[in-house]
């Protein structure tokens, strides 16, 4: 016969903590998931790009990398005026749904204007207009 003491009911608490924490990180894990670039699934992704075109912002990002190739992300923000903080995080936005690469070189983090994302957010629009 098992005793319910301290030790037990707190182990019992700490097992019960951990499955929560768990649960919350796999939720965590799938939403990430849903909102991320897919390859193969263009419905899924024309939608992510077409929400990440919505800000002015991400648009003026891209025609700048589009017009200026690669260049870093301080450079990527110089005309704005903007913290890189916030910068990073919509070029990290514009990455995440398939639209820019990104990749560091010591300190600096490059940016890249991806085509392939274009391509494929052309390719729906086209199929969606028959």
Same mark, same amino acid.
């Given at each position: 016969m098992?005793?319910?003491n301290s030790r037990r009911i707190k182990k019992i608490q700490e097992r019960a903590r951990r499955k929560e924490v768990r649960n919350v990180s796999r939720a965590a894990a799938l939403? +990430? /998931?849903h909102r991320t670039y897919t390859p193969g699934d263009p +419905? /899924?992704?024309s939608g992510l790009m077409l929400d990440a075109l919505g800000l002015p912002l991400r648009r003026k990002l891209l025609k700048r990398l589009q017009k200026g190739g690669a260049m870093s992300l301080s450079k990527l923000a110089d005309p704005f005026g903007m913290k890189l903080?916030?910068?990073h995080r919509q070029v990290m936005i514009l990455e995440r749904v398939g639209l820019v690469t990104t990749h560091k070189r010591g300190r600096?983090?490059?940016c890249v204007y991806n085509r392939a994302g274009f391509a494929e957010l052309t390719a729906w629009l086209r199929s969606q207009s028959q």
């Amino acid at each position: 016969m098992k005793y319910w003491n301290s030790r037990r009911i707190k182990k019992i608490q700490e097992r019960a903590r951990r499955k929560e924490v768990r649960n919350v990180s796999r939720a965590a894990a799938l939403t +990430e /998931k849903h909102r991320t670039y897919t390859p193969g699934d263009p +419905e /899924k992704n024309s939608g992510l790009m077409l929400d990440a075109l919505g800000l002015p912002l991400r648009r003026k990002l891209l025609k700048r990398l589009q017009k200026g190739g690669a260049m870093s992300l301080s450079k990527l923000a110089d005309p704005f005026g903007m913290k890189l903080p916030r910068v990073h995080r919509q070029v990290m936005i514009l990455e995440r749904v398939g639209l820019v690469t990104t990749h560091k070189r010591g300190r600096v983090r490059m940016c890249v204007y991806n085509r392939a994302g274009f391509a494929e957010l052309t390719a729906w629009l086209r199929s969606q207009s028959q």
